[in-house]
């Protein structure tokens, strides 16, 4: 599989988890998903990672996101381990983790990097909309958790232009003005969707409150 774009369709799969057999886009429905990888079982970065995500499920629930989790062991293997992250991340894992012993998944996204490891995924991140477009891929080192609260951000940021017509800016964190997008240029449209107003700092540079705050 060549390296996956944004706005491309997320690959269907079938494929076993810690929760059952998941059928991808089935189980996907019309929420929100995110798709990201281990490089094993039992290491304690991933431990870490899958605890925090165990721990944003209202989070992820208010923004209408299923997570689902990727390594290639095997279920009884995944099994074991998340007896390990409850225990040590006073969590309880709630979402499913592949098994992708055949690394069916993991080629299918790219997600092994031979020069990084033949063996293991990296860790890859990617955010897949309603529609099934993948809308962030990320690829992290195995040895550099990621975060999770960036993750949150970029979610925010995707909805509100998804859903408001709105860009965030560098730096932008949840409550700050955003920007209205280019695109976006009927003075009627712009009235009834901003009626708190915004400031065009230039033509192309139009701040505004974030509309569904
Ligand atoms: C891990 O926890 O997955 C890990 C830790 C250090 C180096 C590489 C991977």
Same mark, same amino acid.
């Given at each position: %599989? ?8 997320? @690959?269907? +799969? ?6 059952? *057999? ?12 995110? &798709? ?7 290491? @304690? ?9 165990? /721990?944003?499920?209202?989070? &992820?629930?208010?923004?209408? =996101?299923?997570?689902?989790? &990727?390594?290639?062991? @095997?279920?009884?293997? !995944? ?10 991340? $006073?969590?309880?894992?709630? +979402? ?5 012993? $055949?690394? *069916?998944?993991?080629?299918?996204? $790219? %997600? ?9 995924? #990296?860790?890859?991140?990617? =955010?897949?909309?309603?529609? /099934?477009?993948?809308? &962030? ?16 951000? #970029? ?8 859903? !408001? ?12 003005? #955003? ?7 009927? @003075?009627? =449209? ?5 009626? *708190? ?9 139009? %701040?505004?409150?974030?509309?569904? /705050?």
């Amino acid at each position: %599989m060549a390296t996956l774009r944004l706005g491309d369709i997320a @690959p269907d +799969f079938e494929q076993e988890s810690s929760l059952g *057999k998941i059928r991808f886009h089935e189980w996907l429905g019309d929420s929100w998903g995110v &798709l990201f990888s281990h490089p094993a079982d039992f290491t @304690p970065v991933c431990t870490t990672e899958l605890g925090l995500t165990a /721990k944003l499920k209202k989070e &992820l629930e208010k923004r209408n =996101v299923k997570v689902i989790a &990727l390594s290639v062991d @095997p279920v009884e293997s !995944h099994q074991k381990w998340i007896e390990d992250i409850n225990d040590t991340q $006073d969590c309880q894992v709630n +979402f499913p983790i592949i098994a992708d012993a $055949d690394r *069916k998944v993991s080629e299918l996204y $790219d %997600m092994i990097h031979p020069n990084a490891n033949a063996t293991q995924t #990296v860790r890859s991140v990617f =955010v897949i909309d309603p529609n /099934k477009k993948v809308r &962030l891929t990320l690829t992290y080192p195995a040895s550099t958790g990621r975060n999770f609260n960036e993750l949150l951000r #970029v979610i925010d940021s995707l909805q509100l232009t998804e859903y !408001h017509s709105v860009a965030t800016p560098g730096n932008w964190k949840d409550g700050d003005d #955003v920007v209205i997008v280019p695109s976006l240029q009927d @003075p009627d =449209v712009i009235k009834q969707k901003f009626p *708190k107003g915004y400031r065009a700092l230039r033509p192309y540079l139009r %701040m505004t409150p974030q509309p569904n /705050k």
